[in-house]
């Protein structure tokens, strides 16, 4: 293992890092110099935004301090962490908008939250708007850190005008049309196939490559990742892409993976295998995310977890089965926001989150010390 941090967000909503001061960032990366945390990502596109964009399609809370500040506050966090030999990522989330900002509405199936929607990748205009935004982000954060991860989850979806490319992608490919795969019967034991899958995969692959152009055409020359979603359920796991044709197409980039529901009891080696074995046979560097500071639970009125025990079950994992990069999600819980909650925490044991923070750290103390 290399690197072991927190993951968080500037984004509203969140509930974390949304309205932190100039002190509470110096809070947070004493706290990880002090126990030893050396790799920190900060997501400032989410389903909502947390940095001051010039584009006029995100929305844009004058609340937050990384907007209000014109992103000079999160721009000094970030020299601040480098400094203390913390390595600073930045996670964009290319695929999901706030609908009224965005002006166009999602062709995919599925309700607004917290008032976005997802998007994917053939939608006219839409493509194009997630390269530009990976294009300003480069252009503001890039020079500041040392890697960005590329999010675009839950673009996968087959709306009717992606038919017409499916097929175009399934003749070359040798490949059933859609008309056909969509008559395929459903079995129980096992999945029937991945024509679907694997065409979507395809075009993530080329999304990936004109964000990279663009990041690099803009000067940046940090390293890139992307995250594998899963589905972790009871008795059942499932990748979201195909990682032997990501790794032919992109061998260069990381791979962020992580259990989907952010609960090491359900198919717990299960989900170390997808996460972590499977794509280290493929040749990976892994990331792997796990539940830091954060109360999120799925489904929200599951069985109620020990947050002490999550951390736990983690860590034994991230030791015996190596990431070379290892994350906590939530590094803060100041607001009640949807995945970290100052309201919920006290529920889970802990009288604030700078000390549930500074409790997950000691407990991380001896993956900390194997760091290479």
């Not at 480098?82 to 166009?104: D, P, T």
């Not at 607004?112 to 990976?134: K, T």
């Not at 899963?230 to 044709?245: E, P, Q, T, V, Y």
């Amino acid at each position: 293992m290399h690197e072991i941090g927190f993951w968080d967000y500037t984004c509203p909503r969140h509930g974390s890092l949304e309205h932190y001061s100039a002190k509470d960032w110096d809070d947070l990366l004493d706290d990880m110099s002090v126990g030893g945390f050396n790799s920190l990502v900060i997501g400032v596109k989410w389903l909502t935004t947390g940095y001051r964009s010039r584009l006029p399609w995100l929305d844009q809370d004058p609340s937050n301090t990384t907007i209000a500040t014109d992103n000079r506050l999160l721009l000094d966090a970030l020299t601040k962490a480098r400094s203390r030999g913390i390595r600073a990522w930045i996670l964009i989330v290319a695929s999901i908008f706030n609908v009224e900002a965005f002006g166009i509405a999602s062709a995919q199936p599925g309700d607004a939250f917290l008032g976005s929607r997802a998007y994917d990748l053939d939608q006219p205009v839409v493509s194009d708007r997630m390269v530009e935004l990976c294009d300003e982000i480069g252009k503001v954060f890039g020079q500041h850190c040392d890697g960005m991860v590329i999010e675009l989850e839950f673009c996968d979806s087959a709306t009717p005008h992606r038919i017409p490319g499916y097929n175009a992608w399934a003749s070359t490919n040798g490949r059933p049309d859609f008309e056909t795969i969509s008559k395929i019967e459903l079995q129980p034991r096992s999945y029937p196939f991945s024509h679907w899958r694997d065409f979507t995969t395809s075009r993530r692959v080329d999304m990936l490559g004109r964000i990279e152009s663009v990041l690099r055409d803009g000067g940046f020359q940090g390293e890139l990742s992307t995250i594998a979603e899963i589905d972790n359920g009871i008795g059942s796991i499932n990748f979201a892409l195909n990682l032997k044709m990501l790794r032919s197409a992109l061998p260069h980039w990381k791979l962020l993976t992580y259990d989907s529901i952010y609960d090491r009891r359900v198919n717990r080696l299960a989900s170390m295998d997808f996460c972590i074995e499977y794509p280290h046979s493929l040749g990976f560097d892994v990331q792997f995310l796990t539940r830091g500071v954060m109360t999120w639970t799925w489904p929200p009125d599951g069985p109620s977890m020990n947050l002490l025990e999550q951390w736990q079950m983690s860590i034994e994992d991230a030791g015996r089965f190596n990431p070379e990069t290892f994350w906590f999600l939530g590094a803060d819980a100041r607001l009640d926001g949807a995945v970290c909650s100052d309201r919920k925490l006290a529920a889970w044991g802990f009288e604030d989150a700078r000390s549930a923070r500074r409790k997950l750290m000691q407990v991380a103390g001896g993956l900390v010390a194997g760091i290479a």
